[in-house]
């Protein structure tokens, strides 16, 4: 009988899965219905902004072993998306830029990849080209992703000077501010995560063996 945390796993991933589908199909037929990429936050920002708050949990089961993930890195990219999510839901004038269906795609698109992959894992049996597919997709899907995170708060940072929605975090040191060292440190960040993800590509896909000398 499969342990009860297995189940719950099984039961967490595929739910994401199928949501995270549908935050891909919300994107797209708004991109097809309108010919345009601004539609994006208003047909998939909620759905897209609840999961990401969901996604805390992976935190939490990094921290009690429930998953081998740890905690740094979980928490990394989901403290990186949900930022991005506050910036966005508190500046309206930025919700319609192309950088956010560009986001969202990315997001979207990575998530539909790698829930699956968990899913079958908790049924011990993944097919090997879901692992290649989980392990190899970061690639091409995490670059448009981090940029277009990084393009949308640097496009927000006008208006966030502005507006007093933000809070001040230390004395001398407002949002806008805040901000502005942020984006000087996202690359790095953003690097970080990248050049991490393509460790456990080596760890889970293994090095290419080399030819044998006849």
């Known amino acids: 009988m499969p342990k ?13 899965a199928v949501a995270w589908a549908v935050c ?14 601004n539609g994006a936050y208003a047909s998939a920002g909620d759905l ?19 998953v081998p993930s740890g905690v740094v890195f979980p928490l990394m ?30 997001w979207s698109l990575s998530e539909v990849i790698r829930y699956p992959h968990y899913a079958f894992n908790c049924t011990g049996s993944c097919p090997s080209w879901i692992t290649y597919l989980r392990y190899t997709a970061f690639i091409v899907l995490y670059p448009p992703g981090m940029a277009g995170e990084t393009w949308l708060m640097y496009q927000a940072l006008p208006f966030v000077k502005k507006t007093s929605v933000f809070p001040n975090f230390f004395a001398g040191l407002s949002y806008y501010n805040f901000l502005r060292v942020l984006l000087v440190c996202y690359p790095f960040l953003c690097l970080k995560l990248y ?8 760890s889970k896909l293994g090095e290419h063996p080399k030819k044998k000398k006849r």
């Open 77 to 106: 990219q989901w403290a990186g998306r949900a930022h991005f999510l506050f910036v966005l839901r508190q500046t309206h004038e930025v919700q319609e830029l192309p950088s956010v269906f560009i986001t969202f795609v990315a």
């Open 4 to 16: 009860l945390s297995n189940l719950y796993l099984l039961a967490y991933n595929s739910l994401q």
């Open 195 to 202: 050049l991490h993800m393509f460790k456990q590509r080596r």
């Open 48 to 66: 897209i902004y609840f999961l990401q708050m969901v996604q805390f949990l992976e935190v939490i089961h990094g921290a009690i072993g429930l």
């Open 24 to 37: 891909l199909a919300l994107s797209l037929s708004s991109f097809v219905s309108t010919k345009a990429v």
